[in-house]
């Protein structure tokens, strides 16, 4: 395939474990041959799953897709804590006598407490900043720092399985959310320790394992010249935006448009009464998706939000 700055959409990856999410950005990018491409969200070397990969015109919504929901299962290692808050990490203590003491009901109810708004501290080990340096690197130099509690939400939270000492569980949250240190306060509040002892993400959005591609898969295809195949495991960029009212520029405003001016009623064709503040997809006349569009009541207008 040659390079080709067309190619515009949404590679839904299924992420191996072992690789990075910059790992896998550097993967697609050699097999479409496409330079502008990026992640929509990290996820830790040793988790697996769900890793929307934006190339092209779509890596400008690579912001709005982080803010999605997501999914995840995990199995949490109850009587062992470590530094990383994963079993990645250095032994730090823990009391496996006890996890297995534990009867079922306590490590349900103490799961289930985390449903609904909560205070969550960021793990040391993560990609966030303090002063200009990522966390993950202050650690790894054996610095500690203080970090300020996050209010993230865990829309629901259930127990899959039970194995002593693994709890496995599936979780909905909000965006930020650490599924890591969610594991790290389970086990403190059953007293005896606990840490995440594997990860995968199902959903981020509309993204999920059932649509998701393997990165061997993608390098077949390339490999052996399927291009029309490798194409087709591309998402369109409006898929995103499925949620959104639909909106068909008339063809005498496609200019209008083009130029990402403001659009009145009489530009599109629709019958819709829209409400202040209301987003649209807005489509060239031939059916091409071309913005993201939003309403304005007071000028009777809809202002161009996001162009693509």
Not at 61 to 87: F, I, N, S
Request: aromatic share 6%; proline share 4%; charged share 30%.
């Amino acid at each position: 395939m040659k390079a080709d700055p067309g190619i515009n959409g949404i590679l839904n990856i299924s992420k191996e474990a072992g690789y990075t999410s910059f790992d896998v950005v550097a993967v697609v990018r050699g097999v479409y041959r496409q330079r502008k491409c990026g992640h929509t969200g990290t996820l830790d070397p040793m988790a697996t799953g769900v890793l929307p990969v934006a190339l092209g015109k779509a890596t400008k919504v690579c912001g709005m897709l982080t803010d999605w929901d997501k999914e995840y299962e995990a199995e949490l290692l109850l009587g062992r804590t470590t530094d990383t808050l994963d079993v990645t990490g250095e032994d730090n203590g823990g009391d496996p006598e006890a996890a297995m003491n534990l009867d079922e009901d306590s490590i349900r109810a103490a799961v289930l407490k985390y449903r609904g708004v909560i205070e969550q501290i960021p793990p040391m080990y993560s990609a966030l900043k303090k002063d200009g340096r990522r966390l993950y690197d202050i650690a790894r130099s054996g610095g500690v720092v203080e970090r300020q509690a996050r209010t993230v939400t865990i829309h629901s939270i259930e127990v899959l399985a039970i194995e002593k000492p693994i709890v496995k569980i599936r979780v909905l949250c909000s965006k930020g959310t650490y599924i890591r240190s969610l594991c790290d306060d389970i086990g403190r509040d059953l007293q005896c320790g606990g840490c995440m002892k594997s990860l995968k993400r199902t959903a981020v959005g509309p993204f999920n394992t059932s649509n998701a591609v393997s990165l061997d898969m993608i390098q077949k295809l390339r490999d052996e010249g399927r291009e029309d195949e490798l194409m087709g495991c591309l998402m369109p960029l409006d898929m995103v935006f499925a949620g959104l009212g639909k909106l068909t520029v008339k063809q005498d405003s496609e200019k209008i448009l083009s130029n990402g001016n403001k659009l009145s009623s009489d530009d599109v064709e629709t019958d819709i009464v829209p409400s202040d503040h209301e987003r649209f997809r807005i489509y060239h006349h031939d059916g091409s998706f071309a913005a993201v569009y939003e309403y304005d009541s007071a000028s009777n207008m809809y202002k161009p939000y996001r162009m693509f």
